[in-house]
């Protein structure tokens, strides 16, 4: 039999050979867009919205702070932990910050305690809660007292509530208590010097 007398149709490949190549591509697609972007400027949901309602005990100190305090005035709000090591390495540009006029600085101590450490105690606890206390007091005595408001987020749930996914995060909130700012990962000069000081001035 000629090649001419085969069939057109067996010389046609089944659609469902296609199916796994056009999954492929896509996922190898998706996969390179995902690689060029900087995790470090992916948007929030946050921005534009009122920072989420919360209220958590203030570290050394009687009392609790919530959201409805950064009503009124500009604040900055970083959480971090003691050990996180780009909150150490961005710790000079918070320093930095806290002498900059009129804005508040509202450090939140995220999940200080690990779970390997906790090893099911609870969180919340008297003594997790003074373990806590006394080792986010004396990293800031050593490192320096960038926050005039430090609170502690044991369980993690207000970190949750911000979307953090990992240490260091900050969100500038403006005197409307509206979040316009995020920064996953360390603070650095150029995003001081680029971003943030220029809507620093611009909101006070």
Not at 80 to 103: D, F, S, V
Not at 116 to 144: C, F, N, Y
Not at 146 to 171: C, I, K, Q, S, W
Request: charged share 15%; hydrophobic share 45%; with cysteine.
């Amino acid at each position: 039999m000629s090649a001419m007398s085969v069939p057109e149709t067996s010389r046609r490949m089944p659609r469902w050979v296609f199916v796994p190549l056009a999954l492929f591509l896509g996922m190898a697609v998706f996969l390179a867009v995902g690689l060029t972007r900087n995790p470090q400027e992916i948007p929030s949901p946050l921005i534009g919205q009122p920072a989420p309602a919360f209220k958590l005990p203030l570290v050394g100190g009687a009392g609790v702070f919530g959201a409805e305090q950064f009503q009124g005035q500009v604040s900055l709000v970083n959480l971090w932990a003691t050990w996180c090591a780009g909150c150490k390495e961005e710790h000079p540009i918070l320093m930095a910050l806290a002498r900059q006029p009129g804005l508040q600085m509202v450090g939140i101590n995220y999940k200080e305690l690990q779970a390997s450490e906790l090893a099911g105690q609870d969180p919340l606890s008297p003594e997790a809660h003074q373990k806590a206390t006394a080792r986010s007091q004396a990293w800031l005595q050593k490192q320096g007292q960038a926050f005039g408001v430090n609170l502690l987020d044991l369980d993690g749930r207000v970190g949750m509530d911000f979307g953090v996914y990992g240490l260091p995060e900050t969100y500038l909130v403006d005197r409307q208590g509206v979040v316009r700012f995020k920064h996953a990962g360390a603070l650095t000069p150029e995003v001081l010097q680029q971003k943030l000081l220029p809507l620093l001035r611009s909101l006070q």
